[in-house]
Each structure stands twice: as C-alpha cells, then as structure tokens.
C-alpha cells in the first residue's frame, strides 16, 4: 500500500503545478502579512502568516489533540513535507500580497495554545483568523465563508476557503512560490510522464472516493489554468495541461452516464479505461441490467443469501437496534449532540471548553434505543448457499442482439454478488460443438476482465453437451466447487441425447449441484436436466 502511495505523490494536479511553477514562473518574497502555505502530501497542506524577516507564524501540533502558535523560519516550515520543500505565497498580478494587520494578529498570536483536530482549530483556521483582521476588498464577512466550506470538502477542509479569504481580503489572485533555498542548490523538479499521468487516472478504479479525488483534480487543474492564463507558459506545456485537464473531464463525464450502474456494482473495479474499450456496448449492458426486473432478480437468487420462499421459516427474534429516543446521555458523538452544546462555539472563552468536552466524551446527546425483528434462518441460508457458479453461455447465430445482451447483462450481476461474497465463477463460452472458451474469475482480473472475455463469441450453431459435460468436470475436480450452481443461459435452442441425460443427472446428484437454465428469447422451454427454468 505504501509504494501506490509514494508512487502516486509524482502523479496529479500537484505534481504538475510545482513543475511549471519551478520552471516557468518568476518567484517571489513574501511581504508582512502574505499567506503561505506549503503541500505536506499528496492530500493535505500546512499553512501560515508571514510576519516579517522571513519568520512565520503558525500552528505545530505538541502530542494529541494539542497545539501552540511558533515563530519558525521556511525551513522548519517545511520539514515535514514530502512533496519538496516549496512555499506558496499569496499575490496578485504585481507580485506578493499581504497586510500588516494580518502580520501583527499572527505575530500577536503567538505562544497561544489551541485543542487541534483537522476539523476545527487546524492550521488553515489559525490564518483564516489573522486574515479576516484585514478589511474586505469587496465587503461582506470572510471568516464565515470559512465555516461554510466545511461541509463541501473533504481533507484539510479549509485550505480552499482560505484562498478564497485570501483573494477577497488581500486580492490574492495567484499563488507563486518563495525561492527561500535558492542557495541550496537543489535541483528542479523533472518535467512530469504526461502520459503516465492521463494513464494512471484513466486506470484508477472508478468509486465514491477515487471519483471525489479526480473531480477535486479537475476543479484544481481548471483553477491552475485560469490563474496562469496571463503568464508566458510554453505553449507545448499549456497544450499538457490542457490535455490532463480533458482526460479528468472525460473520467468525470463517464463516472457521471454510468453512475447508476458503477454503483450497484461495489468493489467490480471497473476504471475509465475499461469502459472505453468496451464502447457503447458498456451502455447498453448498463441499461438492460438497470431496467430489466427478471435480470436483478435472478442474479439477487444467486446470490449467497437467498433460499426459497418455501424453505424459510418466518419465525423472527428480537435484536438491538437504535432507532427510538429514549432520553440524553454523555458522549463524543456530533451527529447526536443537543444544540445547546453549540453555544459554547460562539464566545471564544468557551471555544475550548467544546474542544474539551469532546475529547472527553461528556457532549450531551440524545440516547437512541430500539428493537429490530430478525430472521433466525439467515445463518443457515449462508450455510445453505455457499458454493460458486459455473455458467455457461451460448453465442451461436439464434442468441445475437437482444438474448446476448441480457445475458450478458445478467452474468455481470451475478459477477459482481459472488465477488463480494467471495464466490467462484467459471465462465465457459460456447457454439458448436467443440467450440469453448474458459474464464475463471477468480484467476484473472475480476468483473472488469469478464466483461472484456464476454465481447467474443462463435455465431454459428449450438451444442449443449460440450459446456455441460465440461461444468461438471470442473466441479468434480476441484474440491471448493462442492455445491456449485450451473447456469445454463440459452434461447434453449437444442436438444441433448437420452444416453448424456442420464449420465448428466447422475453427476448431478454425485456432485450435489443445482442446474438453473434462463432462456433469453421466445417462451418457456421445459427440459429433463434443469432444477430451474426462467425466462427473462
């Protein structure tokens, strides 16, 4: 975990902005009052005032939940950074901007101490305080702004509505950087793999967290250009830029169309990359499975904790929940605390009794209890259902268009409940006899791999006995494939011969498996081999 860490510290927004800003833009001295701030790593930034002398005010952390206001120079400043050892400092198109109010607050300030958390009295609220002490260019109050982020951001919440104070209370409209080590010699950071940028992201798995980060490089690559359009930037590096910026637009666009989709398929690992390749029949797939019932409900039966209606029993248990108000009581939790708690944040003498009676866990809050009704089957339905699936899938000529797409639609449901269960799937392709294909899910790359495997396919006649024969000789060689499911998914064109019949159904039984055949077009064709049939 660690090296996808560190290996993508040289990858993003940031990377590339302390390239060009290393290399193409002039760097500045801070005057009294200007904010700097400098990128720890790839998700956080410290920030500070500068007050004079090259000395700057800030906030440093002493053991848990503690801090203190130090005066430090640049290269303490620094020293916990791992993105390098730059500053940015507030400007405008002139140079550096700042304001001797702003200094003399923050030099004012220090040796106080402060409870610290990333929430509230973090850095970034330390100079967001000295900053509001300068009048606003354009009116109106600039500390609240800093609260009101909050709620919108998500690491270090507060560096971006601190550059927001930055530009309405100093004009602050770029960010260059202090050139306080020119006399180490350090040499300039290399021009970024602009192809591995784009390719990194294109492949990062797209979910709930990985789409947040690239939409927070979007929105920081869109800020970047706009602040350097009037600058002499080669023009190759603005056409890089340019181009990062559109891949992130396209990966956010197509997270975007496929949301729906990408969501009900948790953990499939599905990334940018994958989509494309898969074209508009990706869309397609999508919204046959979103829309089609008969689909979600046959992949739900697969699924480990289903059993049929017949075999549950409805007795039901009582269980602890918390769901009901059943008085107050002393705790940390802020999702629950009494508003009367709120108070102490509006005067600064009781800010700190708040931080206080967090830490302790002596916030009053509301005591939630209740009782749920449970099924005392479910441990036993796991048992019951507890082996993989080898489907087999017809691709001759009968099952083109609409059959083929709702199987595939439906086997990549399925793939996606037994991966989160942590169930086998073996898929085997077929079309005349002799034609087979395998895909082992488990042995490959994942739902994502399966829906690349699922664009081949023969197109010409159909032979059930060759995938049948060969479903049952992979459950019967491997031991974890003991009470496995076959999916036999048709339009239930063929026939299969009295003598493979009855070998078939004694396998069977030996091998304790389920034959489950959905058919993808026309009506329902009883056979003699099936446990269940379905039409979709």
């Not at 927004?13 to 060009?20: E, L, N, P, Q």
């Not at 489950?516 to 064709?525: D, I, K, Q, W």
Request: with cysteine.
């Amino acid at each position: 975990m660690f090296t996808d860490v560190f290996s993508s510290l040289r990858l993003g927004a940031k990377a590339i902005k302390y390239f060009v800003d290393s290399t193409f833009r002039d760097k500045v001295v801070p005057v009294p009052g200007s904010v700097l701030y400098c990128d720890l790593w790839v998700g956080a930034e410290h920030s500070g005032i500068h007050i004079g002398d090259g000395d700057i005010a800030n906030i440093e952390v002493e053991g848990f939940a503690d801090s203190a206001v130090f005066r430090c120079g640049a290269a303490s400043f620094t020293s916990k950074s791992i993105m390098g050892r730059q500053i940015y400092v507030s400007c405008d198109s002139d140079g550096p901007v700042g304001d001797m109010l702003v200094a003399r607050q923050a030099e004012s300030s220090i040796g106080d101490r402060h409870l610290y958390s990333l929430l509230f009295n973090n850095c970034h609220h330390f100079s967001a305080r000295c900053v509001d002490r300068a009048g606003a260019r354009d009116g109106g109050s600039a500390f609240g702004d800093l609260f009101a982020g909050l709620a919108s951001e998500t690491w270090e919440p507060s560096l971006s509505t601190l550059k927001r104070m930055a530009q309405r209370k100093l004009g602050a409209t770029k960010w260059r950087l202090w050139d306080w080590n020119a006399d180490a010699g350090e040499a300039p950071p290399p021009e970024p793999d602009w192809q591995a940028q784009a390719d990194y992201f294109r492949h990062l798995k797209l979910d709930a967290d990985s789409i947040e980060r690239i939409r927070g490089e979007l929105a920081e690559m869109q800020a970047y250009e706009a602040e350097i359009a009037d600058e002499r930037i080669p023009a190759d590096v603005r056409a890089h830029l340019a181009a990062f910026r559109t891949t992130l637009a396209d990966i956010a666009d197509a997270y975007r169309e496929h949301e729906a989709f990408l969501a009900s398929c948790p953990g499939a690992g599905f990334s940018y990359a994958d989509l494309q390749a898969c074209g508009a029949e990706f869309a397609a797939l999508a919204a046959t499975l979103r829309d089609n019932a008969r689909v979600r409900e046959l992949a739900r039966k697969l699924g480990r904790n289903h059993i049929s209606e017949e075999k549950k029993k409805q007795t039901r248990v009582p269980r602890a929940s918390r769901n009901e108000v059943h008085g107050t009581h002393r705790s940390d939790d802020l999702m629950r605390m009494l508003p009367s708690e709120l108070l102490n944040l509006e005067d600064d003498a009781l800010e700190s009794l708040f931080y206080a009676r967090l830490l302790e866990k002596n916030l009053l809050s509301y005591e939630l209890r209740g009782h749920d009704l449970v099924n005392v089957e479910q441990a036993e339905t796991s048992k019951k259902r507890t082996g993989p699936v080898v489907a087999c899938l017809d691709t001759s000529g009968s099952m083109g268009g609409a059959p083929l797409l709702k199987a595939k639609a439906l086997l990549l449901a399925i793939a996606n409940i037994l991966e989160r269960e942590d169930r086998s799937l073996h898929v085997l392709l077929f079309g005349d006899a002799g034609q087979l294909q395998e895909y082992s899910m488990r042995a490959t790359s994942g739902v994502p791999g399966l829906l690349q495997f699922l664009r081949q396919g023969y197109g010409g006649g159909t032979d059930y006995a060759t995938p049948l024969g060969r479903a049952l000789d992979i459950i019967a060689a491997q031991p974890d494939y003991l009470k496995a499911d076959i999916l036999m998914i048709s339009d239930g064109d063929c026939q299969l011969s009295a003598d493979f019949l009855a070998a078939m159904k004694t396998r069977k039984t030996t091998l304790d498996c389920t034959m489950y055949s959905v058919l993808c077009a026309g009506n329902r064709v009883e056979d003699d081999f099936s446990d269940t049939v379905v039409v979709l």
